[in-house]
Nanobody, 117 residues
Framework: VQLVESGGGLVQPGGSLRLSCAGSGFTFNRFILSWYRQAPGKERELVASISRDGGITNYADSVKGRFTISRDNAKNTVTLQMNSLKLEDTAVYYC???????????WGQGTQVTVSS
């Protein structure tokens, strides 16, 4: 199982970024997918999650209305569209997949998002 994030970078407040996570080595639609983030000195927190068929999504209150999670099971990808970025969105963003059959969690290596003027 491998999850590889991409799309991080430096953006000004109010800007947008689109993160992608590509999965390989597993049956993609068996997994609930999530994005987490971890800012310096803080615990890792859940940002958004999406059900296996994409029909159910959940967001942290801090990103509701600004971030959108989506998935393409045919392409084995999950994306996080981030709009109206704020300084406090600065963090390393991680993709996580949970296998619904055994509850095993798999993590990507993370991608840095820095919001700064």
């Amino acid at each position: 199982v491998q999850l590889v994030e991409s799309g991080g970078g430096l953006v000004q407040p109010g800007g947008s970024l689109r993160l992608s996570c590509a999965g390989s080595g597993f049956t993609f639609n068996r997994f609930i997918l999530s994005w987490y983030r971890q800012a310096p000195g803080k615990e890792r927190e859940l940002v958004a999650s999406i059900s296996r068929d994409g029909g159910i999504t959940n967001y942290a209150d801090s990103v509701k209305g600004r971030f959108t999670i989506s998935r393409d099971n045919a392409k084995n990808t999950v994306t996080l569209q981030m709009n109206s970025l704020k300084l406090e969105d600065t963090a390393v963003y991680y993709c996580k997949g949970r296998d619904i059959y055994n509850s095993a969690d798999y993590w990507g290596q993370g991608t840095q998002v820095t919001v700064s003027s």
